[in-house]
């Protein structure tokens, strides 16, 4: 184990796990840049069979209960729902709605009790709880839960608070991918109306950027943190400000190298959902700073919601470039995927933590296949 590190959303963890070494690394990403000389039918087929791979592995975790892992661990089998709902697991998925239905949601329509434990991305896991529960129409947890969601929009910028605070209070801080987390919730449950003032946000903290590359007027280091209490992005001088909250496109490092791709991912889900293709623009400008960064994101878990973003935006478009990215994203899935066929995080103190991140990925697997059908 190397020395205490520092997860994406800034929460000082336990060291990185000894799976991650700079000649694993590496290893991966030179096999994922041979898969790319691979005919395209042989790489989708890679992509198939790591989506199936990790699927049954998860199915292996599912407790007789229906809980995904340790419960004792906290609220981490969020994404359960949606990810068996996608990929066909109709019994799995129903199950770990079960499971949080008896032990997690409140009378008054709430997830919380004693299991839930995690008090960080309260607001994000709630709303991909609710995708995927309006997925396999469990309602009681998608529209059932969607008020208290609601709950959590900030009134003035439409930006959602991350984290419960000890007292039960929202955290100030507000950021990017949870507010795009929040606009899939809302589009699932038909609430357009929420989703557009979710997209206003996303238009609002970019415009707040000032630090802009000349030569392509993308922001070079983007200020992703919005402070509810002050209405802009947080800066240095600020109380509670860390290095998690910019984020640095050149820089090699662990950083959130999420927030392009989940903006346009989301977007490209509202011109789907509205006709309105205005939001285009404001997508290609999100996926646009992803693609920009350096390639040292590569070595990072956090680069895969680039995929989102890329993978919507050539179902909308049909353009080769987002496919490219696309196919380049699912040759990484492929490379990174662990021998045992689950996948790791940056930080990994417990099998949960390989639960929740193969989650993610199985989910972004399945959008990146049927993006690339939609366009045979």
């Known amino acids: ?74 609220f981490e089998y969020y994404r359960g729902p949606w990810t068996f709902g996608l990929v066909g697991e109709v019994q799995a998925a129903n199950a770990v709605a079960g499971f949080i239905r008896r032990n997690l949601l409140t009378a008054d329509g709430r ?62 801080t507000m950021d990017i991918p949870y507010a795009a987390g929040a606009g899939f919730a809302a589009l699932a449950v038909g609430r357009v109306d929420v989703a557009l003032r979710i997209a206003g946000f996303l238009r609002t903290i970019w415009d707040a950027q000032s630090d802009l590359d000349p030569a392509t007027g993308l922001p070079a280091r983007f200020w992703c943190f919005w402070s509810r209490a002050r209405q802009r992005p947080f800066q240095p001088e600020d109380p509670g400000f860390g290095p998690h909250m910019l984020v640095d496109n050149q820089a ?36 646009a700073f992803s693609m920009a960064a350096t390639d040292a994101q590569f070595r990072y878990p956090s680069v895969c919601k680039t995929s989102w973003g890329s993978s919507l935006l050539y179902q909308v478009t049909g353009e080769a470039a987002y496919r490219d990215w696309t196919m380049r994203l699912g040759d990484w899935y492929v490379a990174m995927q662990d021998p045992a066929v689950f996948w790791r995080p940056w930080v990994e103190r417990s099998d949960n933590d390989r639960i929740w991140i193969t989650l993610e ?14 366009r045979r």
């Open 252 to 287: 090699d490092r662990m950083q959130r190298w999420t927030i392009g791709g989940i903006s346009a991912g989301f977007l490209c889900r509202l011109v789907l959902a509205t006709g309105d293709t205005a939001w285009l623009d404001l997508a290609r400008r999100y996926q």
């Open 111 to 172: 997830i919380d009790g004693p299991l839930r434990r995690i008090r960080t991305d309260w607001s994000y896991r709630d709303a991909t709880l609710i995708v995927g529960a309006q997925q396999i129409g469990a309602y009681d947890l998608s529209l059932g839960l969607f008020p208290e969601l609601l709950r959590w929009q900030d009134p003035v910028s439409g930006a959602f608070a991350n984290d419960r605070e000890a007292d039960g209070s929202m955290s100030d």
């Open 1 to 74: 184990m190397t020395a205490p590190t520092t997860n994406e959303s800034g929460t000082t963890q336990p060291g990185i796990a000894s799976w991650w070494t700079e000649d694993a690394r590496r290893a991966d990403l030179a096999r994922a840049a041979a898969m790319a000389a691979d005919p395209d039918a042989d790489r989708l087929a890679r992509y198939l069979a790591a989506r199936q791979r990790g699927s049954e592995w998860l199915l292996t975790r599912l407790r007789p209960d229906g809980c995904l892992g340790d419960p004792e661990q906290g």
């Open 361 to 374: 990925y199985v989910m972004h697997l399945d959008t990146l296949i049927a993006a690339l059908a939609s």
